[in-house]
C-alpha cells in the first residue's frame, strides 16, 4: 500500500498572492504553525480547512491539494 | 501590524513553558528531598533546616505553576469571547491533533513509572502505595503536557 500523503501548491499560490503565511493564517482564522505544517506536507488538514483555503485563493480544492501517488479506485 | 493570533499564541505557548519549568522543578526538588530524607534519617542528622528551605522553595515553584494556569485560563476565556481567536486557537485542528498525540506518551509515561517503583523497590524499599499512585498520575500528566509543549513549539 502506498503511503498516504498529498501534494498541495500553497506556496505557489501564496506566492502569487504575496502573501506571508501569518497573513493567510490571518484569512482563514488559523495559527501561523498550521499554514507552515500543511505547506510542509506535514499534516493534511481537514476539509474544512482545505475548502477555506480554496476559497481565499478563489481557486477549486483540487487545483490546491493532489493525492501525490496514483490512486486507481477499485471496482 | 501585530497579529492578534501569533500574539496571544506566543503568550500562550510562553506561559505553558513557564508552567512546564516550575512543575519539572518542583517535582526534582520532591525527589531529590525524599533521597537524602532518607539517607539523613539513616545516619541520624538533623534534617529540619534544610526540609524547611526545601518546603519553602516547593511553595514557591507551586504557587509560580499555579500563577502560569491562572494566566493560561485567562488568556483561554479571552480568546473564547473572540470568534477570530476561537477559531484560530481553542478550535485549532492541529492542536487537537497534538492532543490525541499527546495520550500516547502519557499513557507510556503512567505505565513505566510503577514499573520504575517496582525497580527501585528492589534496591530501596517502597511501602507508600500513595506516593506510587501520585507520582504516576504526576508523570502522566507531565508526559502529557509536555509532549502537547514540545510538539506546539516544533
Same mark, same amino acid.
Given at each position: 500500500?502506498?503511503?498516504?500523503?498529498?501534494?498541495? %501548491?500553497? @506556496?505557489?499560490?501564496?506566492?502569487?498572492?504575496?502573501w506571508?503565511?501569518?497573513?493567510?493564517?490571518?484569512? $482563514?482564522? *488559523?495559527?501561523?504553525?498550521t499554514?507552515?505544517?500543511?505547506? %510542509?506536507? @506535514?499534516?493534511?488538514?481537514?476539509?474544512?480547512?482545505?475548502?477555506?483555503?480554496?476559497?481565499?485563493?478563489? $481557486?477549486? *480544492?483540487?487545483e490546491?491539494?493532489q493525492?501525490?501517488?496514483?490512486?486507481?479506485?477499485?471496482? | 501590524?501585530?497579529?492578534?493570533?501569533?500574539?496571544?499564541?506566543?503568550q500562550?505557548?510562553?506561559?505553558?513553558?513557564?508552567?512546564?519549568?516550575?512543575?519539572?522543578?518542583?517535582?526534582?526538588?520532591?525527589?531529590?528531598?525524599?533521597?537524602f530524607?532518607?539517607?539523613?534519617?539513616?545516619?541520624?542528622?538533623?534534617?529540619?533546616?534544610?526540609?524547611?528551605?526545601?518546603?519553602?522553595?516547593?511553595?514557591?515553584?507551586?504557587?509560580?505553576?499555579?500563577?502560569?494556569?491562572?494566566?493560561?485560563?485567562l488568556?483561554?476565556?479571552?480568546?473564547?469571547?473572540?470568534?477570530?481567536?476561537?477559531?484560530?486557537?481553542?478550535?485549532?485542528?492541529?492542536?487537537?491533533?497534538y492532543?490525541?498525540?499527546?495520550?500516547?506518551?502519557?499513557?507510556?509515561?503512567?505505565?513505566?513509572?510503577?514499573?520504575?517503583?517496582?525497580?527501585?523497590?528492589?534496591?530501596?524499599?517502597?511501602?507508600?502505595?500513595?506516593?506510587?499512585?501520585?507520582?504516576?498520575?504526576?508523570?502522566?500528566?507531565?508526559?502529557?503536557?509536555?509532549?502537547?509543549?514540545?510538539?506546539?513549539?516544533?
Open positions: 500500500m502506498s503511503e498516504r500523503t498529498i501534494k498541495n %501548491k500553497l @506556496k505557489v499560490f501564496r506566492a502569487m498572492h504575496d506571508t503565511q501569518e497573513e493567510l493564517a490571518r484569512r $482563514v482564522c *488559523v495559527t501561523r504553525k499554514i507552515n505544517t500543511v505547506e %510542509k506536507g @506535514k499534516y493534511i488538514p481537514s476539509t474544512y480547512l482545505a475548502l477555506k483555503l480554496a476559497k481565499v485563493f478563489q $481557486v477549486p *480544492v483540487e490546491l491539494f493525492l501525490d501517488s496514483e490512486f486507481i479506485p477499485e471496482e | 501590524m501585530t497579529n492578534l493570533i501569533e500574539e496571544t499564541e506566543r500562550q505557548l510562553k506561559y505553558w513553558k513557564g508552567s512546564l519549568i516550575a512543575w519539572f522543578l518542583a517535582m526534582v526538588l520532591l525527589i531529590v528531598r525524599h533521597l530524607g532518607s539517607v539523613f534519617k539513616e545516619y541520624e542528622l538533623n534534617s529540619r533546616p534544610i526540609g524547611i528551605v526545601v518546603l519553602t522553595v516547593n511553595v514557591i515553584l507551586l504557587l509560580t505553576v499555579l500563577f502560569f494556569v491562572v494566566k493560561l485560563y488568556l483561554f476565556v479571552r480568546a473564547k469571547s473572540d470568534p477570530q481567536l476561537k477559531e484560530a486557537l481553542i478550535d485549532n485542528e492541529l492542536s487537537k491533533l492532543i490525541l498525540q499527546s495520550w500516547k506518551p502519557a499513557f507510556i509515561a503512567a505505565v513505566a513509572t510503577p514499573f520504575a517503583f517496582l525497580l527501585i523497590s528492589s534496591v530501596h524499599p517502597i511501602n507508600d502505595l500513595l506516593l506510587v499512585a501520585l507520582s504516576t498520575c504526576a508523570i502522566g500528566s507531565g508526559a502529557f503536557l509536555t509532549s502537547f509543549y514540545l510538539k506546539s513549539n516544533k
